[in-house]
């Protein structure tokens, strides 16, 4: 038997939501990159490369750590019991969330292409942000085949 219509609506909205902050981070930085100053390696380093070991830790961290990994998996438990990512309003909160983060590194990135600081933390928050969504998604497909919790969220196909 398959998975219920609740669950895929559910497992949609979190793929959904971390292709919408991957992609919103994408055009965060290809902002930053035409707007800031500095060069090109300066540029690299801070909006690419310590961000994307940021993004890895937290992936990594999440997803390692037996502890951590029990929290995200009860929390994702929750969220879907609850009805988060199975109705409008659960839909425009997240798209809400997503819309602030995406003017908080767009704002912050054009504070510092006017005289402002680098937007280091903006985009390194962004990216661990984005690495905690990735985490969710790859643990809602292993709570899929938990056998504990596979029966609680089969249903008709």
């Known amino acids: 038997m398959g998975v219920s219509v609740s669950w895929r609506l559910f497992r949609r909205m979190q793929y959904s939501a971390f292709a919408a902050g991957a992609l919103i981070y994408a055009a965060a930085a290809t902002y930053g990159w035409s707007v800031l100053p500095w060069t090109p390696k300066y540029k690299l380093v801070w909006m690419l490369l310590y ?32 009805g ?39 985009f390194t928050a962004y990216a661990a942000g984005v690495g905690v969504l990735l985490a969710q998604a790859v643990l809602v497909r292993r709570i899929e085949r938990d056998p504990a919790l596979r029966s609680r969220i089969e249903g008709p196909a």
């Not at 990594?60 to 029990?70: F, H, Q």
């Open 51 to 82: 961000p994307g070991a940021w993004f890895l830790a937290t992936l990594v961290i999440l997803l390692a750590t037996p502890s951590l990994r029990g929290l995200m998996k009860a929390h994702i438990w929750i969220s879907f019991r609850t």
């Open 84 to 122: 988060f990512g199975q109705s409008v309003i659960s839909v425009l909160a997240v798209t809400l969330v997503l819309g602030v983060a995406a003017a908080f590194i767009y704002s912050d990135t054009t504070d510092a292409a006017h005289g402002g600081r680098f937007p280091t933390s903006a």
